[in-house]
């Protein structure tokens, strides 16, 4: 058995070192573009900014390794230019000498990964402009950035690019990201990365959303950045992160099928449409397991797998990739956010039926000093209460809730299963209810009828609509601050307050958090009146208002 | 309808807080004998040591806001006597004037709780032996932890000794414990707490393991403790955290069906065998779900969602109580312990078959700076790979995986799950190859046949009967320190000597951390060498021979 392996990061690497566990006597071939396999790509930024210290941290497994421990024939500098499926080989180019060859193989497994868009922007080829995709990428914007610039412009502010805003602000750099979304961080939904919005911005990133580079000219040492709004923002040096696109040009000429947005197809052994050719990793693309729908997810930790299954495969295992749930974090200065399962917007696009609940927990027993507050959106189908996603903010265990929402849907869980989870409490890690268990009340009381919501969109026209709005916080609290059109009846004295009440129109109520609006909700429905809990209350209003 | 619930803690107070929101026309009175309702008892050893500083943090619902907001008739300071269930009555002891009284019920909650076991040993009630129960005595200990005491002797380590000692010491005091089993946390396995008592020691807190007290002496304002083992030690004072058993007495003398152990038997609405009387918390039997067993869990979030259950199914609710599944962790310092299901003893003492395998992953990616070691036990069945139990101990991040582990459980998933797991990753938070995927990947190799493990257990006798045990560490990690016995055949050199190898004797092969091992014990399987690996390593054998 002869495995060659087009990639040696993530999903190549996986394949390859799983492929010899399985098989001492495979000839195994690796073939890697760059000069190092191997390595933590994830950790980059960090390398950038300093924190960590020593490049040699991201070299996870050192070619040494590879080829001593694990007798992997890995060839550095190597490019795979073409596939000839017939005759079952490779041809491969050495970029040292420049000279080509050609390599059989009996099984292929493309990791090739995916590249950083280069949208056609005028100018995008000038000095000064760099993407982040391998060691060398990061040596040249390492040195920049300790080379004395002052200034950086970020265009796009997905995970690269608030990553390396962070470590550009910690180099003491002044940062701006330009982002052609009205919102960073595009996976989440708007209104739950307003937090990290204000936290980039006090902790010094400006940001420039929904708007766009549409020239770069390089000037005096410098770039001078169009951005679509006219302004010109003149900067030492950019940072591109707008996105990547499979790496598919091999599979591509060599016939092999592709998705609709360049991914390679492949099945769940992850063999693609040749049999003989297995793709893992950015390359390829992937199932949804919460919609079942095709889609491009570039993420370690499933590239990971995917080179595990590839391997386990063509030795006859039965192991199969399950699908991408779109588990994610990015930290964010000393905030983080977190996702898994799909977004609203996500959701919206498909045409998917949903409803959701917003809460604004304590990472830990209140009581219990340092208690930090979260930002937990779940999001679920509104009759059955199956978990569809769910988004996290905050400072503290933010990863925590987000990775047991992870495990609720790969075992296809529901609302009303969280409220039994049993989790670790004790008063410096969480609560006796902790966050998942309060989602899963809050969630399951909508799900069971008991609790009815309203979300913070829908407000004004209900309003407008006359809807009656009460605020069931404290008279400070109101004073403090209300939406408009509020009136302020406290949650302890409102049942002896019903008759002022009107039983002739619909009835919102809010507070603080949605604690209070839910036992108002309860009091008020027994007592006759229609009425909703705006979800989250008053703080998911500030977060709506302010997105 | 009237509900009357006895004891206004956890269970207690959830139970009525739920039936106010559930129906706003019950009548509902809770009898609390202390002074405060809903206080929050996981928070006292952090009040006693002063990490909480105020005490007012630790009341957790006011009674005024039970009174006005939930409009709950709450009597402190009351204590319920006698249970009528002909007539459906409580005899109630008004402890500020003495005076009893009849209450009628509908549907009668009993959360009396439990009580500290107080063992008869002569002199238990000498002045100066303190037990940590409801706030009165919190702040007793609070007084003398704050009035010049300079030691503490604490018998029993079990959550609450162990939280007391750190707190003790945090106030400066001298402390030791003193405990009958052979380790400190008796719920979890030996070999995974040996890391914590090395804390506790290096932390200032002397450790009598294997020991317990068998007299009490007062002595000049001081307490001398005699032990089993002859030893005297003269203390300020004693902290006694020898377990708790069932308040059980008003519902044995009503009649109500009792487990063995003394906790009041319900079905899964939390009735008892009397279909008026609910009973929620430490007072009732529970079921373990991974065992089906009959079990005790003194713990607040299972008393929580118990209370939680007994008033919707007051109200015609279907929810019921799945089981308790043993989800705990402890703070220790700045260490921590945390298991979910069952431990190897469990499994022992109910006849269960299992398997088990030791990681000792960091608890985010190894180039990020700030990684912390842990120790993860994952304990399965052996053919099935079903997940039964899993502990976790190390600095950061263990609260977070056994969560993770515990909802794997509540989804009665197997180790091939844990592979495919999603979890969060970003060097700061977790690594592609997550501690749950590693655990994931050793157990489902045993599982699957392709990675035969052995336990340090084992080792010396296989030792003693002609196995030949191979470190395949390097040189110098063997030169520093090794298994007695051990052979040093590096890894990267195995392949090139197998001739020196004997083939017709088993082999057992050990690392650092089981990785390496594994990799030794692949090849040397596939060239015909009847061979296992000591899971978790070297740093398993320290655990075990340090225990």
Redesign the interface.
């Given at each position: 058995m002869k495995i060659v392996i087009v990639g040696g990061v993530?999903g190549g690497a996986s394949a390859a070192a799983r492929a010899r566990?399985?098989?001492?006597?495979a000839e195994i071939v690796v073939f890697e573009r760059g000069q190092d396999p191997s390595f933590?790509n994830?950790?980059m930024p960090?390398y950038i900014g300093g924190?960590?210290?020593v490049r040699d941290?991201?070299l996870?497994a050192p070619l040494s390794l590879l080829r001593?421990?694990?007798?992997l024939d890995v060839r550095i500098r190597s490019q795979v230019e073409a596939i000839d499926r017939q005759n079952k080989t490779v041809t491969v180019r050495s970029l040292d000498d420049n000279r080509t060859y050609q390599e059989s193989y009996d099984q292929l497994i493309l990791a090739t990964g995916a590249a950083p868009l280069k949208p056609p922007i005028p100018g995008i080829d000038s000095t000064g402009i760099y993407t982040l995709r391998d060691l060398q990428d990061a040596d040249q914007l390492h040195a920049v950035a300790t080379g004395g610039a002052k200034s950086a412009v970020i265009v796009g502010a997905g995970?690269i690019g608030i990553?390396m805003a962070e470590n550009l602000v910690r180099r003491g750099l002044a940062v701006t990201i330009v982002e052609l979304a009205d919102q960073v961080l595009p996976p989440w939904d708007k209104e739950m990365v307003t937090p990290i919005e204000s936290h980039l911005e006090s902790s010094g990133v400006a940001l420039r959303l929904g708007d766009s580079a549409t020239a770069f000219t390089a000037k005096e040492g410098h770039v001078v950045v169009t951005l679509k709004s006219g302004d010109q923002l003149e900067t030492d040096f950019v940072v591109l992160s707008v996105g990547v696109r499979p790496e598919n040009q091999l599979a591509k000429v060599a016939g092999l099928d592709l998705g609709e947005r360049g991914g390679v197809k492949v099945n769940r052994y992850m063999q693609t449409s040749d049999p003989h050719i297995y793709a893992v990793g950015d390359v390829v693309e992937v199932t949804d397991v919460v919609s079942s729908s095709a889609t491009q997810i570039p993420?370690?930790?499933?590239?990971?797998?995917q080179g595990r299954i590839a391997a386990d495969h063509i030795f006859g295992r039965e192991?199969y990739y399950?699908g991408?749930?779109g588990?994610?974090?990015?930290?964010v200065f000393d905030m983080?956010a977190?996702m898994?399962g799909l977004s609203e917007k996500v959701l919206q696009r498909l045409g998917m039926d949903y409803e959701k609940i917003y809460i604004h927990p304590a990472h830990h027993?209140g009581?219990?000093?340092g208690a930090q507050p979260m930002s937990l959106k779940l999001i679920f189908e509104p009759t059955t209460g199956r978990i569809l996603g769910a988004q996290a903010v905050g400072r503290q265990g933010v990863?925590?809730r987000?990775?047991?929402i992870?495990?609720?849907i790969?075992?296809d869980?529901n609302v009303?299963?969280l409220?039994?989870?049993?989790?670790?409490?004790?008063?410096?890690?969480?609560s006796?209810?902790?966050p998942v268990?309060m989602a899963g009340f809050v969630a399951s009381g909508v799900v069971r009828g008991?609790h009815p919501v309203v979300h913070c969109d829908q407000i004004l026209s209900a309003v407008q609509a006359g809807t009656v709005l009460i605020d069931v916080r404290s008279e400070k609290e109101f004073s403090e601050g209300h939406i408009a059109g509020a009136i302020n009846q406290p949650?302890?004295s409102l049942?002896d307050n019903l008759d002022s009440l009107p039983n002739d129109k619909p009835i919102i109520v809010y507070c603080y958090v949605g604690m209070?609006g839910?036992?108002a909700t309860?009091?008020l429905l027994?007592?006759g009146f229609e009425v909703k809990n705006l979800s989250g209350g008053y703080k998911s209003w500030r977060m709506f208002a302010d997105a």
């Open positions: 993530a566990r399985l098989s001492e006597a933590a994830c950790g960090y924190e960590i210290e941290k991201l996870v001593e421990r694990h007798r995970f990553e993420l370690a930790g499933p590239a990971n797998r192991t399950r991408t749930q588990t994610a974090v990015v930290g983080a977190a898994t027993a009581y219990y000093p990863d925590k987000i990775d047991v992870a495990m609720a790969q075992a869980m009303l299963d409220e039994e989870s049993e989790l670790c409490y004790a008063p410096q890690f969480g006796a209810k902790d268990n008991d949650i302890d049942r209070r839910y036992l309860r009091i027994q007592n």
